[in-house]
């Protein structure tokens, strides 16, 4: 067997679990590792070296992967107030911020759909939506998604926050056809 096929170590398995990622199927060392990259883990853990500090992440930490979907929004309003701002010397600067921050929370979102080993910008948040909500779905376009979360956010304030599943509910009734069939 080689390296690449060879199952998950104990201290991947740990480190993923520790950061929210709990594996609905068998993982091999390169799955793991890809996975613990995305969530911004030492390359050290990935390749299965031992690692001399804590894996238990400080609350800021973990608070902050929890608050990834609102803080996204966030981001995009913050950046879409300063493009309405008067300053026309760096209104282009200000444009490419907000298509940037857009962008990042429309993928986010995708991912949340797409299967673990196939996200592109996954971190704690993003894995569990996946396992709650997004495994019942195929990924859908940004297109899509931006049009679930126009409507999200101009009828509930702070609903990537309080209720996520809103996203999920509102992408089944307007696109069915991203149901995944059993």
């Not at 760096?90 to 299967?115: G, P, V």
């Amino acid at each position: 067997m080689d390296w690449e096929n060879e199952p998950a170590t104990w201290k991947q398995l740990r480190f993923l679990k520790n950061h929210g990622h709990k594996p609905d199927r068998h993982l091999t060392k390169t799955v793991a590792a890809e996975l613990i990259q995305r969530l911004g883990g030492d390359e050290a853990i990935s390749q299965t070296t031992p690692q001399p500090t804590a894996t238990i992440a400080p609350a800021a930490v973990v608070h902050q992967i929890r608050d990834d979907a609102f803080q996204l929004r966030t981001a995009v309003e913050r950046a879409a107030n300063a493009a309405t701002q008067p300053h026309r010397e760096n209104f282009h600067d200000l444009q490419q911020q907000l298509a940037i921050a857009t962008s990042k929370r429309q993928l986010f979102w995708i991912d949340t759909c797409r299967d673990p080993t196939r996200m592109q910008a996954a971190c704690g948040q993003v894995l569990d939506f996946y396992r709650k909500y997004g495994c019942q779905f195929e990924a859908p376009s940004h297109k899509q998604v931006q049009e679930v979360l126009t409507a999200l956010d101009s009828a509930v304030p702070a609903w990537d926050r309080d209720h996520p599943e809103l996203f999920y509910q509102t992408l089944e009734l307007n696109f069915p056809e991203l149901k995944r069939r059993r």
